[in-house]
C-alpha cells in the first residue's frame, strides 16, 4: 500500500494535496492536461473531453469530474487517450472557420494550441455544417458562431459569475448553438459588454471589438490632434503582451509607445479617478450625514451600471450620478484641452485605454455626448494597444520611460488603486477620512478592503461615524447583495460593485490569462504603484485643486455636476421582445400581449396566458386575434400586465381579458 | 381536496359482485395503435348497435342490475397488427381489423349468440388455420405476459377494477407490513434489473438511495421512452397507469421519499392524460397523499410532460428537464442516488421497472425468479417491428431466443410485399439506437443483459426491428446514426461532433464517395465516441456501426471497393440498366426519359445509357414488365 494520500499517476507516486479533483491533482504533479471547458471558477462541466484519463477499475474517465481517491492508479497519456484526444480535436477542426492566420485569437488560441501540442497535422473529417452569420453589432463584442467549439465557458461565465444568461445553448444535436436569447443579436439582449465570454472563450469566437482602425485613421489626420487617455489596470498587464511579468508596471514604456505610435499628447485616467474620488465622497458624505439614498452604490463600472438600470430599477436612485473616470476626463478634455493645445474641438481626437470592453459601449451612450458628439472617440483595449505596438513593430521592452503631459497626466495613488476590486473604496475612504475625522494623514492607508473575495463586508470608524461598507466583484454577488438590501437583510452605508472577478484589473480587454493567478499580481502591481507616487489621496493634487479654483468651481458644484455627473434610466432587457405563441398567418391581427416577465409570471401570467390562448381558440377567434408573450411592459409592481391593442390592462384578470377582446373584436 | 380513505376488501368484493352481475364482457382496445385505427368509432358504433336492438347493456359498470353485456375499453392489448382489436370474455375471443360496420355482426352472433364472427377471427397467414380464442393464437400462446397482461383486460380509467384484480395490495403491504430495509432487499433478492437500457439492479440501486441521510428525497418515474419503434413504456402508462403508481408509492417507502414526479414524453398525449387522471383518482381515493395506510407517511405525486428530447430520458437530463433546466447530462458521480432532483437523493427508474415491482412485493421474489435466467430474473417486454408477419408488443421470459420471438411469436420473416418468407432472414436491430444488428448466429442465443451485451448490442429498452434481405445493412446504420446525431444534446465533443462525422462517413459510403481509408477511419470514430462520451446517449450511439462493422463488413466493403449496394437499395450506387430478355421493345420509357438516356427500335430490346442517366425513376415506373432495374 502506498501513502494514505497519495495517488499512482504514470507509475509515480503523487499526492493528493486536497486538489479539488482529479485534474487539479494531475497539474499540480507538473503535467498540463488539456481542456476546453474547465476553469476553477466555474462548474464542472465534462464537455470537452480532452482531460481524460485511464483508471485502473474505472477505464476512461473525465478527470475534471473524477474525485482523486487515495491509491487510485492512473494514466494520463497511453496510446488509446492520445488517439482519442487528436480525433477530437479533429472534429473541432473540421468544423471551425480555420482562418488562423487572420484570426484576432491566432497564437492565444487553446483550439490552434492543442491542436499542435497534440500533434493533430490533418483533418480527416469534413467540415458539415454551413456558415453562420456573425453578430458584431454592439460596439463591445463580436460573436463569430463559426468558431465556437461549444464549450459552454462563456455560457457558465455569464450566468454563474454575472448572474446574467445573456447567451445561452438553443437547439440539440449537430444543431447546437450558443446565442442570446430568441436569436437576437447581443446588442438587443440584456448583455452588459462585460466581456468575461470573451475572457474565457477559447477560440476567437467571442472577441473584444476592434477601433484600432479608426484610431490609426485619426493619428493619419494631418490637423487632428490624437490624445490618449491610460486606466489604472493597463500599466501593470499590457507588458505580459511583451513577456514581461504580470503586475510590472509599464507606465513610462507605454507613454514612450504611444508618442512613437503617434499620439500627441498622453494622460492619465488616474486624474480622473482622483477627479471622480472628490466628486462621489463629497456626494457620499452629504447621503450620509442627511442619510438618504443609502446604501451609496459606486457607478464607474459601465458593465454594473448597465446591470442596475436593467434588473434594479428601484435601487438606481442609489447609484452614485458621478460619470465614471473615463467619462469625467472625456468630458473635462473635450471641455478644457482646446483652449490649453489651442486647437478646435473638431480636431481634438480623444482616444482611452481600457481595461475593459464595456467601456466602448460605455462611450457610446447618449449621456456621454455633446452636440451629438461623443465626448471620448475612441476606446482602445490593452490589448488592441499591444497589437497597434506590434502592428508599428516598436520593441516594447527596449523603449525609454517617457512622462505623461500635464496637467492631466498627474495623479495620487487613490487614482491608481482604483483599478482593483476595494480601490475606489480605499480611495474614498482616504478623503472621507481626512474629513470626519478633520485631521490630515497623508499616508493613510484601509488595506482591510482590499482583497480578492467576491463579497467583503467591513464596518470601521472614522472619527465618530461608523460606516458600513461592501465590496462586491462579479455581479451575480451584486444581485444577491442587492436582493439582500431590498429586503432589509442588509444595510450598507457604501457598496462598491466591479463587474469583473478582481475588478479592471481582469477585465475582458487585458492581456488573455486564464485563471485567477495573474490577477493577484496584477493588483499587487497597482497598490506598488500607489506606494512609489508622492501623493497617495485624491484631495492632495495640485493640479485638481488647481482645476476646481480655475474651473469646476467647488466639489459638487454647479458647473462640477453639470459636467462630470449624470443620470440613469430603467432599461429594458430586450428589444422588442415577443414571440408569436399563436398562429401568426393573417396580417392585421389584433395583437395580445401579455406580459411573462418574471414579476408578471409570479402574479400568474403564465396562467391567463394559457386561459388566454384557450379563450381565443374556443370563441373561434383564432384568425383574428394573434395571442403573444412578451417581456417586461415595465410596469411590473401592476403585474400581471396585458396590452391588447393599444390598450393596456394592468393587474389583469382572465374576465378582463374576454371583456376587451369582445370589445375590440367588435369594432375589427 | 377531501380525501377519504379507502377499503381496499371493500372495494374489492363490490367490484367482484358488479362484474359477477354481467353475463359477458366486450373489450376494445383503445390503445394508440388501434385507436389511430378507428376503435374508438368501432366503441361507439357498438354501443348504438347494442341500444338499437334494446340489449341490457352497461357502459360504466355502476348500476346495481343485472346485464348481458358490459362494454369497456382497455390499454394496449398487444397485437397491434391486427388493431382494432375486440375481446370477448368469459370465453376469450379475439376479433381483429374491427370496423364498425362489423358490430352488428358481433351484437347478434357473440353478445347473443356466444358464437365468434368467423369471418373476424385470426387467420394463420401462413396455412390459413383460424383461432377464435385469443390464448390460442401463437402470438399470444407463447409469451408470458406477466407486466402487460393487464393491461389489455383492465379499463385504466377504472380505479375500482384495479383495485379488484388486487391492485394497491402490493402498496399497503410494503407500507403497513414491511419497512424500507424488507422492501429493499425483496426486489434484491428479485434480482429485478432496470428496463430502461443499462439493465442496472433496481434494489441496489434504492439501497444507495436508502443509505443517503436526507430529510427529502424524490422518486422519479422515467416515462420518456424515446427510442424510435418502441411503445413498451407508453402501452403500460396508457394500459395500466394505477400500476405505475404502486410502483412509485413502494419505491418511495422502500428509499423514504414523500415526493414523486412521473416524467412522460409529452408525443404520448393518451398516456399523459390517462396518468393524469390516476394519479387524481388515486388522490382522491387516499391513496397518495398524507397518512397512507393509516401510516402516518405521506407521497405525492407529480405527472411532468417532457418537451420532446431523447435525451432526456437519460437520467440527470431529465432531471434537468424537470428544474426547468436545458435537459443536458452532466458527469457522474455524483449519481442520482446521492445528489438528483433539487440536489436530494432520488431514484429514478423506468415504467417498466416500476411496474414490475408491486407484482415482486405481491407475489414474492422466489416466485419472481422461476422466470428468466440467473443474472436476468423476470420478463422483458419488447415492441417487434419491421419485416415481421405479426407486429405488436410482446412480452417474454429472459432466456427466450430470438428465434422463438421472430418465428414463433412474430410468426417469421415477411419480403418486401409482406407475405411469409421462410429465408428472408437477414438481421433483427435490438436496442434502438443505442443497440446493433444481430445476425441468424445470434437467433439462438437466450437473450439476456449478459448475452446480448457479449456480441456487441444492447436489450436496451425493448425495439426488435427484424430486417429481411432486401434491407440495406449500411442504410440502417444510417437511419439510427441520423436519429442520434438530431437528437444529441450537443454537450459533449465526441457524442455532438462524432455522431455528425459518423453520418458523413457513412452518406459518403452510400453515395460512393467512400475510398479504402473511410471504413478504418469510421471504426476508429466509433469506438473513440463509445469509450469517451459523457451519457449514455453517446456512449451507445456508435453500437449500430460498430455492429454493422462486425457482422456486415463484406456488405461495407461492397459498398467502398465495389460501389455496389448488395440489395440494391442505395440509388447513388445501382446501375441503371435494361434487362433485354424483359424488355418488349414498347418505347414507353424512351418517351418518358428526360435526358434521352434510352434508345432502340420497336420491338426490340431497348439499351440505356448509364453516363446519361439521372435516375429518375421515371422509365421503371411506367415499364410494365420490370425490366429496368437501378433507377
Not at chain 1, 195 to 223: Q, R
Not at chain 1, 531 to 556: F, M
Not at chain 1, 567 to 572: E, I, L, M
Not at chain 2, 574 to 593: F, M, T, V, Y
Request: net charge neutral; aromatic share 6%; hydrophobic share 40%.
Amino acid at each position: 500500500m502506498t501513502d494514505k494520500n497519495t495517488i499512482t499517476l504514470n507509475g509515480r507516486i503523487v499526492p493528493i494535496d486536497n486538489g479539488k479533483n482529479l485534474l487539479e491533482v494531475i497539474r499540480k504533479s507538473g503535467i498540463e492536461l488539456p481542456t476546453f471547458c474547465y476553469h476553477s471558477e466555474l462548474s464542472v462541466y465534462g464537455a470537452c473531453r480532452l482531460c481524460i484519463v485511464e483508471i485502473d477499475g474505472m477505464g476512461v474517465q473525465t478527470s475534471c469530474s473524477t474525485q482523486a481517491v487515495p491509491g487510485m492508479v492512473v494514466r494520463t497519456h497511453t496510446d488509446p487517450l492520445r488517439k482519442m484526444r487528436k480525433i477530437y480535436l479533429e472534429l473541432l477542426l473540421a468544423n471551425h472557420h480555420q482562418t488562423c492566420t487572420t484570426c484576432v485569437k491566432s497564437s492565444m488560441c487553446k483550439l490552434q494550441d492543442l491542436a499542435a501540442r497534440m500533434g493533430v497535422t490533418e483533418v480527416r473529417f469534413k467540415t458539415t455544417e454551413s456558415a453562420k452569420p456573425i453578430d458584431a453589432s454592439n460596439p463591445s463584442l463580436v460573436r463569430d458562431p463559426n468558431k465556437c467549439i461549444l464549450c459552454g465557458d462563456c455560457v457558465r461565465a455569464c450566468d454563474e459569475i454575472q448572474g446574467i444568461g445573456a447567451i445561452d445553448f438553443a437547439h440539440r444535436g449537430a444543431g447546437t448553438t450558443v446565442v442570446p436569447a430568441f436569436g437576437k443579436e447581443l446588442k438587443q439582449v440584456d448583455c452588459v459588454y462585460c466581456g468575461l465570454c470573451a475572457s474565457v472563450c477559447p477560440t476567437g469566437a467571442i472577441t473584444p471589438k476592434s477601433e484600432i482602425d479608426s484610431v490609426w485613421s485619426a493619428i493619419g489626420k494631418p490637423k487632428t490632434v490624437v490624445a490618449a487617455q491610460i486606466a489604472p489596470a493597463v500599466r501593470v498587464a499590457l507588458g505580459e503582451m511583451f513577456g514581461l511579468e504580470a503586475g510590472q508596471v509599464t507606465t513610462g514604456k507605454i507613454v514612450a509607445a504611444l508618442k512613437m505610435l503617434g499620439f500627441h499628447k498622453v494622460y492619465d485616467t488616474s486624474y480622473a479617478a482622483d477627479l471622480t474620488v472628490l466628486e462621489e465622497t463629497q456626494e457620499f458624505l452629504v447621503r450620509k450625514t442627511e442619510n438618504r439614498k443609502l446604501p451609496h452604490l459606486t457607478s464607474c463600472c459601465p458593465a454594473w451600471v448597465k446591470f442596475a438600470e436593467q434588473y434594479l430599477p428601484d435601487l438606481l436612485g442609489n447609484l452614485s450620478s458621478c460619470r465614471s473616470p473615463q467619462q469625467m476626463f472625456g468630458s473635462l478634455a473635450k471641455r478644457t484641452l482646446p483652449e490649453q493645445l489651442k486647437i478646435d474641438v473638431k480636431d481634438l481626437f480623444l482616444v482611452s485605454i481600457m481595461p475593459c470592453t464595456a467601456k466602448k459601449f460605455e462611450a457610446r451612450r447618449p449621456e456621454f455626448m455633446t452636440d451629438g458628439v461623443a465626448d471620448v472617440d475612441a476606446v482602445l483595449t490593452t490589448q488592441e494597444l499591444g497589437q497597434m505596438i506590434r502592428q508599428a513593430g516598436i520593441r516594447f521592452n527596449e523603449l525609454t520611460p517617457d512622462s505623461l503631459d500635464m496637467p492631466m497626466g498627474f495623479k495620487t495613488g487613490a487614482g491608481v488603486i482604483f483599478g482593483a476590486s476595494g480601490g475606489v473604496t480605499e480611495a474614498v475612504l482616504r478623503y472621507a477620512a481626512e474629513k470626519l475625522k478633520s485631521v490630515k494623514d497623508e499616508n493613510a492607508e484601509f488595506v482591510e478592503v482590499r482583497g480578492l473575495e467576491g463579497v467583503r463586508e467591513r464596518q470601521l470608524t472614522l472619527g465618530d461615524v461608523t460606516l458600513k461598507l461592501a465590496i462586491v466583484h462579479g455581479l451575480r454577488n451584486a444581485k444577491t447583495l442587492a436582493e439582500a438590501i431590498r429586503k432589509g437583510e442588509r444595510a450598507y452605508d457604501f457598496v462598491e460593485v466591479m463587474a469583473c472577478p478582481g475588478g479592471c484589473i481582469a477585465g475582458a480587454g487585458q492581456p488573455i490569462a486564464y485563471g485567477p493567478a495573474v490577477r493577484g499580481r496584477r493588483a499587487d502591481g497597482l497598490y506598488e504603484a500607489d506606494k512609489t507616487l508622492q501623493l497617495h489621496a485624491a484631495q492632495d493634487n495640485p493640479y485638481l485643486q488647481k482645476c476646481y479654483r480655475e474651473t469646476l468651481g467647488s466639489i459638487g458644484g454647479k458647473t462640477a455636476h453639470a459636467w462630470l455627473h449624470t443620470k440613469y434610466k430603467n432599461r429594458k432587457r430586450y428589444e422588442d421582445a415577443s414571440f408569436s405563441v399563436s398562429d401568426n398567418g393573417v396580417q392585421q391581427k389584433l395583437q395580445v400581449c401579455v406580459c411573462v416577465g418574471t414579476s408578471c409570471y409570479v402574479r400568474g401570467s403564465q396562467k391567463l396566458l394559457e386561459r388566454t390562448l384557450k379563450h381565443v381558440k374556443n370563441a373561434g377567434l383564432e384568425d383574428t386575434v394573434d395571442v403573444r408573450a412578451t417581456f417586461c411592459f415595465e410596469q411590473c409592481d401592476r403585474g400581471p400586465t396585458v396590452r391588447i391593442g393599444q390598450t393596456v390592462l394592468n393587474k389583469c384578470t382572465f374576465e378582463q381579458v374576454c371583456g376587451e377582446l369582445q370589445k375590440q373584436t367588435a369594432m375589427v | 381536496m377531501p380525501t377519504q380513505k379507502i377499503d381496499l376488501k371493500a372495494v374489492q368484493d363490490d367490484f367482484k359482485a358488479r362484474i359477477a352481475r354481467v353475463k359477458r364482457r366486450v373489450v376494445i382496445c383503445a390503445g394508440t395503435g388501434c385507436v389511430a385505427n378507428g376503435a374508438l368509432d368501432v366503441y361507439h358504433a357498438l354501443a348504438d348497435a347494442i341500444a338499437a336492438r334494446k340489449l341490457d347493456v352497461v357502459l360504466a359498470l355502476n348500476e346495481e342490475k343485472d346485464s348481458d353485456a358490459y362494454v369497456s375499453k382497455s390499454g394496449c392489448q398487444g397485437f397491434c397488427q391486427a388493431g382494432p382489436l375486440v375481446t370477448i370474455e368469459p370465453e376469450g375471443y379475439l376479433f381483429c381489423k374491427v370496423r364498425p360496420a362489423d358490430v352488428s355482426e358481433i351484437v347478434e352472433e357473440t353478445i347473443i349468440g356466444g358464437k365468434p364472427v368467423e369471418r373476424l377471427v385470426y387467420k394463420h397467414p401462413a396455412n390459413g388455420q383460424l383461432y377464435a380464442k385469443r390464448d390460442e393464437i401463437p402470438f399470444y400462446q407463447r409469451q408470458n405476459r406477466h407486466v402487460i397482461g393487464d393491461c389489455g383486460v383492465l379499463d385504466p380509467e377504472n380505479l375500482d377494477e384495479y383495485i379488484a384484480r388486487g391492485g394497491y395490495e402490493a402498496a399497503r403491504k410494503a407500507f403497513v407490513e414491511m419497512t424500507p430495509e424488507t422492501v429493499c432487499e425483496e426486489i434484491q433478492v428479485a434480482g429485478l434489473r432496470g428496463r430502461g437500457g443499462g439493465g442496472f439492479p433496481t434494489g441496489t440501486k434504492w439501497q444507495l438511495t436508502l443509505a443517503q441521510e436526507s430529510a427529502k428525497k424524490y422518486v422519479i418515474c422515467n416515462g420518456d421512452e424515446g427510442d424510435p419503434g418502441a411503445f413498451m413504456d407508453r402501452s403500460l402508462m396508457e394500459g395500466n397507469p394505477h400500476r405505475i403508481i404502486e410502483g412509485m408509492m413502494i419505491a418511495a417507502r422502500a428509499i423514504g421519499a414523500d415526493e414523486g414526479y412521473v416524467y412522460v414524453r409529452a408525443e404520448y398525449p393518451l398516456a399523459v392524460q390517462r396518468v393524469r387522471k390516476a394519479v387524481e383518482e388515486a388522490a382522491l381515493a387516499g391513496l397518495l397523499g398524507d397518512d397512507l395506510f393509516g401510516t402516518g407517511l405521506s407521497f405525492e405525486l407529480f405527472v411532468m410532460e417532457g418537451a420532446g428530447a431523447f435525451v432526456c430520458g437519460e437520467e440527470t437530463a431529465l432531471i434537468a428537464s424537470i428544474e426547468g433546466e436545458r435537459g443536458m447530462p452532466r458527469p457522474k458521480p455524483p449519481f442520482p442516488a446521492q445528489s438528483g432532483l433539487w440536489g436530494k437523493p432520488t431514484v429514478i427508474n423506468n415504467v417498466e421497472t416500476l411496474a414490475t415491482v408491486p407484482l415482486i412485493i405481491e407475489q414474492g421474489s422466489s416466485h419472481y425468479r422461476t422466470m428468466g435466467t440467473e443474472g436476468s430474473p423476470g420478463t422483458k417486454t419488447f415492441a417487434l417491428t419491421g419485416h415481421v408477419v405479426n407486429t405488436g408488443l410482446i412480452e417474454v421470459p429472459f432466456g427466450t431466443t430470438l428465434r422463438e420471438i421472430i418465428f414463433e411469436i412474430g410468426g417469421g420473416v415477411t419480403d418486401r410485399f409482406g407475405n411469409p418468407d421462410p429465408h428472408g432472414f437477414k438481421a433483427v436491430q435490438i436496442g434502438g439506437p443505442s443497440g446493433g444488428c444481430l445476425t441468424a448466429e445470434a437467433l439462438d442465443l437466450p437473450l439476456d443483459f449478459e448475452s446480448v451485451k457479449g456480441i456487441g448490442a444492447m436489450i436496451g429498452s425493448g425495439g426488435l426491428v427484424v430486417m429481411n434481405q432486401d434491407t440495406c445493412i449500411v442504410q440502417v446504420a444510417r437511419f439510427f446514426m441520423q436519429f442520434t446525431q438530431k437528437e444529441s444534446c450537443g454537450k459533449c465533443v465526441p457524442c455532438r461532433e462524432g455522431t455528425k462525422q459518423m453520418l458523413a462517413l457513412l452518406d459518403n459510403i452510400i453515395e460512393g464517395r467512400a475510398d479504402e481509408s473511410t471504413l478504418p477511419l469510421l471504426e476508429d470514430l466509433a469506438i473513440a465516441v463509445r469509450i469517451g462520451s459523457l451519457c449514455g446517449l453517446g456512449k451507445t450511439a456508435p453500437n449500430p456501426v460498430l455492429s454493422t462493422l462486425r457482422y456486415f463488413r463484406d456488405e461495407c466493403q461492397a459498398h467502398v471497393v465495389q460501389k455496389r449496394c448488395p440489395t440494391g437499395q442505395c440509388k447513388a450506387l445501382a446501375q441503371p440498366e435494361i434487362i433485354a430478355p424483359l424488355c418488349k421493345g414498347c418505347g414507353a420509357c424512351i418517351r418518358k426519359c428526360p435526358v434521352n438516356a434510352i434508345t432502340g427500335e420497336k420491338r426490340q430490346p431497348h439499351v440505356l445509357d448509364a453516363s446519361l442517366c439521372v435516375k429518375c425513376g421515371a422509365c421503371a415506373q411506367v415499364c410494365k414488365f420490370n425490366a429496368i432495374v437501378g433507377v
